[in-house]
Nanobody, 122 residues
Framework: QVQLVESGGGLVQPGGSLRLSCAASGSIVGITSMGWYRQAPGNERELVAHISSGGSANYADSVKGRFTISRDNAKNTVSLQMNSLKPEDTAVYYC????????????????WGQGIQVTVSS
């Protein structure tokens, strides 16, 4: 019914930049929050950034000032511009979206992308 597909990951040197994108498709009536999470080996999954349908964004302290989240409501996409990358940013990044699928019930269901690898290494 609904699918989130991430793109843009890869290997980058410390101090470099990457841009992650996520596209939601399928039976979508509305999307409230969209965001990015990450999980490094041995660590818990943590919030990186999220953004409301109105454009209000929140960031983890560890990425504030370096990462910028944005979304295109018409295209059901969310992006994460990552600058000044550090080795500790290395993780699998997951796209998340709370999606309404029915015109008849006001219910938002969280969906997750498959995850995309970001590796920061010299």
């Amino acid at each position: 019914q609904v699918q989130l597909v991430e793109s843009g990951g890869g290997l980058v040197q410390p101090g470099g930049s990457l841009r992650l994108s996520c596209a939601a498709s399928g039976s979508i009536v509305g999307i409230t929050s969209m965001g990015w999470y990450r999980q490094a080996p041995g660590n818990e999954r943590e919030l990186v950034a999220h953004i409301s349908s109105g454009g209000s964004a929140n960031y983890a302290d560890s990425v504030k000032g370096r990462f910028t989240i944005s979304r295109d409501n018409a295209k059901n996409t969310v992006s994460l511009q990552m600058n000044s990358l550090k080795p500790e940013d290395t993780a699998v990044y997951y796209c998340n979206a709370d999606i309404r699928q029915s015109y008849y019930t006001v219910t938002y269901i969280p969906y997750w992308g498959q995850g995309i690898q970001v590796t920061v290494s010299s």
